[in-house]
């Protein structure tokens, strides 16, 4: 049937969905036949679109960084569509194990296998790894490290910074190389959506840092591969469902004297952190001092901040020793933020209320930051889902600080084929813009079509006649031809004449039911139920309030954010969806 959506309304599986086609017909040419798809239901979370296989050995081309003078459209067009095209799997990391298991044992003394005996399980043995990861004792393991702690902590208070992007002066900004600090690097745990294993293993010495990636793997086979072709790595593979993604991009950093936690948009790959030229991300950091004295560290509170972090790190499967670990380092400055989330999956009893968009309305609300009054929603995505009214209600009402349960309690009352009340849709109408490139800019951009391969709509979802094209903006970077990867919600109050107090959130999440969750009825139980297909992760950073000014535009006005998160859009933003002047960038048509 025509209306049937074979992805089931997530963008994150269509994308998933095209990188494997990609690379089928990057290895194949042009497939014969086509790939077959299965449709379910929008609720049903253990069937989905079935994948094609994806092809083994195929890795993504080194990219040269562009001049300051020169566009890199043609320097960074095919490498960046190759490498849009990876696998979440990190079995490509693999290809210098031997040698750096060679190195291994030469360090330990050992003698090396001669080249012609075979590779054997005892010899690919992946090194015992101190399951108390944070423990400051492993410090010892590298002791030309420079101990940072003597110099101060770089970001002590928090920050937000966007992507460094070749060819543009550096402000408000950071590399890969700032946020890894690779010299002093002494153990990372790491997560993403894609991975450039090449690039990887230029950034991080994993001949000195102990590694752990948290990483999606399809089943128990592909968990098994991964981890033979990386015994230097320790695996943590968090519960899927069948249509989930392992979108989170989380990194939490150890340092001689201090613990860096890291939530930025952008995967493991050189084009997310500026190197072509053609794209950019967003950032969060805060550095959290080690605690020395014993007696402080046993009753060390984490606090909001640090009981959710560790929330989401148990639902990943991460060592409960490890998740301990966490309470040897200061989290009181990081208490003025909120960490929120999304775990794959059904949530019941209480545990609804802690994560998707239901975790978002209770963290704003325990921040303070919850009102009754109107709030104007300025949210940039890199992906649009099948979005509807119904999903742009939950999350503005979350935004307030709802729990979740007024949209849920008007889509009960209205039934399934009825409207939004007139008051809620015209408030939506006029209080939420959602920003995405036209073709347009896609186009005209420095990294022209072939630097879009992760941004991503459809045409059957753009053109449904539940889809708010209304609300849609250009997405249109400050730093002229960039296109914008990051997700943020930039959240502020409506009502002139007061305190503009506000927040965003900076995270992984795109504007889609399949990062945020759907509330439903529990079958037999009647009581609430969040279903979530991927894992998510972001932060709340509050906006401290600054006088009001009556003389304000507040529909696209977005100055009291400067400062404190380096807005990367243009604003008012075409509002092509309105005027129908334009069409998205869709990703699969182009």
């Given at each position: 049937?025509?209306?049937?959506?074979?992805?089931?309304?997530?963008?994150?599986?269509?994308?998933?969905?095209?990188i494997?086609?990609?690379?089928?017909?990057?290895?194949?040419?042009?497939?014969?036949?086509?790939?077959?798809?299965?449709?379910?239901?929008?609720?049903?979370?253990?069937?989905?679109?079935?994948?094609?296989s994806?092809?083994?050995?195929?890795?993504?081309?080194?990219?040269?960084?562009?001049?300051?003078?020169?566009?890199?459209?043609?320097?960074?067009?095919?490498?960046?569509?190759?490498?849009?095209?990876?696998?979440?799997?990190?079995?490509?990391?693999?290809?210098?194990r031997?040698?750096?298991?060679?190195e291994?044992?030469?360090?330990?003394?050992?003698?090396?296998?001669?080249?012609?005996e075979?590779?054997t399980?005892?010899?690919?043995?992946?090194?015992?790894?101190?399951?108390?990861?944070?423990?400051?004792?492993?410090?010892?393991?590298?002791?030309?490290?420079?101990?940072?702690?003597?110099?101060?902590?770089?970001?002590?208070?928090?920050?937000?910074?966007?992507?460094?992007?070749?060819?543009?002066?550096?402000?408000?900004?950071?590399?890969?190389?700032?946020?890894?600090?690779?010299?002093?690097?002494?153990?990372?745990?790491?997560?993403?959506?894609?991975?450039?294993?090449?690039?990887?293993?230029?950034?991080?010495?994993?001949?000195?840092?102990?590694?752990?990636?948290?990483?999606?793997?399809?089943?128990?086979?592909?968990?098994?591969?991964?981890?033979?072709?990386?015994?230097?790595?320790?695996?943590?593979?968090?519960?899927?469902?069948?249509?989930?993604?392992?979108?989170?991009?989380?990194?939490?950093?150890?340092?001689?004297?201090?613990?860096?936690?890291?939530?930025?948009?952008?995967?493991?790959?050189?084009y997310?952190?500026?190197?072509?030229?053609?794209?950019?991300?967003?950032?969060?950091?805060?550095?959290?001092?080690?605690?020395?004295?014993?007696?402080?560290?046993?009753?060390?509170?984490?606090?909001?901040?640090?009981?959710?972090?560790?929330?989401?790190?148990?639902?990943?499967?991460?060592?409960?020793?490890?998740?301990?670990?966490?309470?040897?380092?200061?989290?009181?400055?990081?208490n003025?933020?909120?960490?929120?989330?999304?775990?794959?999956?059904?949530?019941?009893?209480?545990?609804?209320?802690?994560?998707?968009?239901?975790?978002?309305?209770?963290?704003?609300t325990?921040?303070?930051?919850?009102?009754?009054?109107?709030?104007e929603?300025?949210?940039?995505?890199?992906?649009?889902?099948?979005?509807?009214?119904?999903?742009?209600?939950?999350?503005?009402?979350?935004?307030?600080?709802?729990?979740?349960?007024?949209?849920?309690?008007?889509?009960?009352?209205?039934?399934?084929?009825?409207?939004?009340?007139?008051?809620?849709?015209?408030?939506?109408?006029?209080?939420?813009?959602?920003?995405?490139?036209?073709?347009?800019?896609?186009?005209?951009?420095?990294?022209?079509?072939?630097?879009?391969?992760?941004?991503?709509?459809?045409?059957?979802?753009?053109?449904?006649?539940?889809?708010?094209?209304e609300?849609?903006?250009?997405?249109?970077?400050?730093?002229?031809?960039?296109?914008?990867?990051?997700?943020?919600?930039?959240?502020?109050?409506?009502?002139?004449?007061?305190?503009?107090?506000?927040?965003?959130?900076?995270?992984s999440?795109?504007?889609?039911?399949?990062?945020?969750?759907?509330?439903?009825?529990?079958?037999?139980?009647g009581?609430?139920?969040?279903?979530?297909?991927?894992w998510?992760?972001?932060?709340?950073?509050?906006?401290?309030?600054?006088?009001?000014?009556?003389?304000?535009?507040?529909?696209?006005?977005?100055?009291?954010?400067?400062?404190?998160?380096?807005?990367?859009?243009?604003?008012?933003?075409?509002?092509?969806?309105?005027?129908?002047?334009?069409?998205?960038?869709?990703?699969?048509?182009?």
């Open positions: 049937m025509d209306g049937l959506d074979p992805f089931d309304g997530d963008e994150d599986a269509a994308l998933r969905y095209a494997a086609l990609s690379l089928q017909e990057a290895d194949n040419g042009s497939p014969k036949k086509p790939v077959e798809l299965s449709s379910d239901e929008d609720d049903n979370l253990d069937k989905g679109p079935k994948y094609p994806i092809p083994k050995g195929t890795k993504n081309p080194s990219t040269k960084q562009p001049t300051k003078d020169v566009p890199p459209k043609d320097m960074s067009a095919k490498s960046h569509q190759s490498a849009s095209t990876a696998s979440s799997s990190l079995t490509a990391l693999g290809l210098d031997k040698k750096m298991e060679e291994r044992l030469a360090r330990l003394g050992k003698r090396k296998a001669p080249e012609s075979p590779d399980p005892s010899r690919r043995q992946r090194p015992k790894l101190d399951p108390d990861l944070f423990d400051s004792a492993s410090s010892s393991r590298i002791g030309s490290a420079t101990k940072s702690g003597s110099r101060g902590l770089p970001y002590p208070k928090g920050a937000v910074k966007k992507t460094w992007a070749a060819g543009f002066p550096r402000a408000d900004d950071i590399k890969i190389e700032e946020v890894l600090q690779k010299d002093e690097l002494e153990l990372a745990v790491i997560s993403s959506f894609q991975w450039d294993q090449d690039w990887m293993l230029s950034k991080i010495d994993f001949k000195r840092t102990k590694v752990f990636c948290i990483a999606f793997a399809s089943g128990e086979a592909q968990q098994k591969e991964n981890r033979a072709n990386a015994p230097f790595v320790k695996f943590c593979f968090p519960p899927m469902t069948p249509t989930g993604n392992m979108h989170s991009k989380l990194q939490l950093l150890k340092y001689h004297s201090y613990l860096r936690v890291v939530i930025p948009s952008g995967n493991l790959v050189p997310d952190w500026g190197e072509t030229g053609a794209i950019e991300n967003m950032v969060f950091l805060i550095d959290l001092p080690l605690i020395e004295d014993p007696e402080s560290r046993s009753s060390n509170n984490l606090g909001p901040f640090g009981e959710e972090l560790s929330y989401f790190l148990r639902a990943q499967g991460l060592e409960e020793s490890t998740v301990n670990s966490l309470a040897k380092y200061d989290f009181s400055e990081a003025r933020y909120r960490f929120v989330h999304t775990i794959g999956g059904s949530h019941v009893g209480d545990k609804w209320q802690r994560t998707g968009y239901c975790g978002l309305g209770r963290a704003v325990s921040l303070k930051l919850n009102t009754t009054q109107d709030i929603v300025d949210f940039v995505a890199s992906s649009l889902g099948s979005v509807n009214k119904d999903l742009l209600s939950a999350i503005y009402h979350a935004a307030q600080g709802d729990s979740g349960m007024k949209e849920y309690e008007m889509r009960s009352t209205k039934g399934r084929k009825n409207k939004l009340p007139t008051g809620v849709q015209s408030t939506l109408d006029d209080k939420f813009r959602i920003y995405f490139p036209s073709h347009d800019t896609v186009m005209h951009s420095r990294g022209g079509k072939n630097s879009a391969g992760t941004i991503c709509a459809q045409s059957k979802w753009w053109d449904a006649a539940t889809f708010p094209r609300l849609i903006r250009d997405c249109q970077s400050v730093r002229t031809g960039l296109l914008i990867h990051s997700k943020i919600m930039m959240v502020q109050h409506s009502q002139s004449g007061k305190s503009q107090a506000a927040y965003a959130y900076v995270g999440a795109n504007l889609s039911e399949s990062a945020w969750g759907r509330l439903v009825k529990e079958r037999g139980t009581n609430p139920k969040l279903t979530c297909r991927n998510e992760c972001g932060v709340i950073v509050p906006i401290p309030p600054r006088e009001p000014d009556k003389n304000r535009i507040q529909h696209s006005d977005l100055s009291d954010f400067l400062g404190t998160i380096p807005v990367p859009m243009k604003v008012p933003g075409e509002a092509y969806g309105a005027t129908k002047s334009k069409r998205p960038w869709l990703f699969l048509e182009n």
